[in-house]
């Protein structure tokens, strides 16, 4: 493990921490860091209660309300150094990366063995200078001019004993806007604080990009071919996310020359300048910053921003509506009562199930899911829907129909493979602690990938030892007594009775990641875990 990601937060941003954490839990390179969550609100419950749900190495650790930065920074290191971490990544609380960045990032840490290279970060949306790179490589050519024209409508004004107004120079009483001239006017200032460009005043453009990665969000997701590229003319580096080698790292910090506030960010830059050392970009590697601390009300303007791009913000009535009205879906198993959200504003729904008659239903050819609505009935059994074409339905819908199949990953690639690209799985599963499962222990995802890897049937009953030793037969009246449900168990292939595994939110998010989906949404309403990813 040779990355230490630390995130720096406290309790006013608790809206950006469950984002920031689904696009971590998508990485493909988790063994090689582990994330320290470092507060100073007495909150370190909230970020354990929503971190123990995924597949993540974590540690949290609280500290004094003021006069904090520094310690936090200070701890890391420590931290880091114990634990022989090489590199660190430093992240505030405002910032989300994709999980692909990240891996690139790790996949390159050696290039900071270099000594002529300082840091690798991403390119931030409204990061200084970064701005200029993530619009290079995100935006469209229209827009590209829009933003260069808000730019130039910039009126910089002094600040913090600053002069900035000398820029105006570059913005009103310029015809074109020049970000190589613009830099270098800032490198001309006569001060430490040189972490300014329009987009950290201008409301008009930072409302702008902001917008349109909202509108765009497929872009920030989709995994292009990125590379590095280096730079030495960049007047200072206001990103507040990036990776650093450690020791480099403990110059800095332990350097209180650099200093002339509570913060690393000018001994950085310092450092940097001293040293005529290069900062690393990732081209195509996107990272979001919302707003900055100059914008009056910016914390109510990132909670906008992010109901707005993480649709797992918003209410479950929502997130349908979103994904599933007026669209032409496939239900597997059904017809359930959960689904009645689903049923009444979908455009169509046909269903799979694996017998005409089962326990819990009877179907002929024609799928009466809700009121006059009817779909077609396809007689197939949940792993193998051989009478259904790739990328036939917008979504794939399951209501407590995943814990009745003992391949459940086999399952789920073949209703991927009947879901459209960009389409959705909308699964219903258990919540153990509101049936007979709750003496059960949580399956464990390597098991999952052992049967999906051997390709057993749905005539296995592997699990039925561990099933008989703990259902409790007291909340499922219909299985009977222990003889008459044993039996009931051997003849599963015909009745699809048991519930092969046990799962939640966690063992889900793995699902989801094994497949490459990016996760959409979870919520837990008494009996029901809804767990919604989308296929990319």
């Known amino acids: ?300 303007l990132e909670k906008q921003f992010v109901d707005k791009f993480f649709i797992g913000n918003k209410t479950l009535l929502t997130v349908l509506n979103e994904i599933t009205k007026d669209k032409e879906g496939i239900e597997i198993g059904g017809p359930s009562p959960s689904g009645n959200i689903i049923y009444s504003i979908a455009k169509n729904l046909d269903n799979v199930v694996f017998s005409e008659t089962t326990i819990w239903a009877t179907q002929n050819n024609e799928y009466r899911y809700y009121k006059d609505r009817v779909g077609k009935v396809i007689i197939n059994d949940a792993v193998n829907i051989t009478d259904i074409n790739d990328e036939s339905y917008d979504f794939c819908f399951s209501s407590h129909c995943l814990e009745h199949i003992a391949n459940p990953l086999k399952a789920i690639n073949e209703w991927l493979r009947i879901t459209k690209k960009g389409g959705y799985i909308v699964l219903i599963v258990p919540e153990k602690s509101q049936c007979f499962d709750h003496k059960r222990e949580y399956s464990k995802f390597s098991t999952l990938i052992s049967q999906y890897e051997k390709n057993i049937g749905e005539d296995d009953l592997s699990t039925l030892p561990e099933i008989l030793a703990n259902h409790d037969l007291s909340m499922d009246p219909a299985a009977g007594d222990l003889g008459n449900f044993t039996r009931r168990s051997l003849n599963n292939f015909s009745n699809r009775c048991l519930h092969h595994y046990v799962y939640n939110p966690k063992l889900l998010n793995e699902i989801c990641d094994y497949f490459n989906c990016e996760f959409i949404y979870t919520i837990t309403n008494g009996l029901d875990i809804w767990f919604i990813m989308r296929k990319n």
């Open 1 to 300: 493990m040779s990355l230490l990601i630390f995130y720096l937060t406290e309790n006013s941003r608790h809206f950006t921490f469950e984002p920031f954490i689904h696009l971590l839990n998508q990485s493909k390179t988790k063994s090689e860091w582990k994330l320290i969550i470092l507060t100073h609100s007495n909150d370190c419950n909230f970020y354990i209660n929503i971190i123990k749900n995924f597949n993540i190495n974590f540690d949290t650790f609280n500290f004094d309300n003021y006069n904090n930065y520094l310690n936090k920074v200070k701890f890391a290191l420590d931290y880091a150094e114990k634990f022989n971490f090489k590199y660190m990544m430093k992240c505030d609380n405002d910032i989300f990366m994709n999980s692909h960045t990240l891996d690139y990032i790790i996949d390159n840490l050696s290039s900071l063995d270099n000594d002529e290279n300082l840091a690798i970060t991403p390119l931030l949306n409204t990061g200084i200078p970064s701005v200029e790179y993530f619009i290079a490589d995100f935006l469209n050519e229209e827009s590209k001019k829009e933003i260069n024209s808000m730019f130039l409508k910039t009126n910089f004004y002094d600040r913090d004993g600053v002069q900035y107004n000398v820029l105006n120079k570059y913005t009103l009483h310029a015809t074109n806007w020049n970000s190589d001239a613009f830099f270098e006017g800032v490198n001309s200032i006569n001060h430490y604080y040189k972490g300014i460009h329009p987009i950290r005043i201008n409301f008009e453009a930072i409302q702008f990009i902001n917008q349109y990665v909202i509108d765009n969000k497929e872009l920030f997701y989709l995994k292009r071919n990125q590379e590095l590229f280096k730079t030495d003319s960049i007047p200072y580096l206001c990103n507040s996310l990036y990776c650093i080698k450690r020791d480099t790292y403990s110059k800095i910090i332990n350097s209180n020359e650099l200093y002339v506030d509570g913060f690393e960010e000018v001994p950085l830059n310092l450092y940097l300048k001293k040293n005529k050392l290069n900062y690393l970009f990732v081209r195509n590697s996107f990272a979001i910053h919302m707003y900055y601390n100059w914008f009056s009300g910016y914390k109510e």
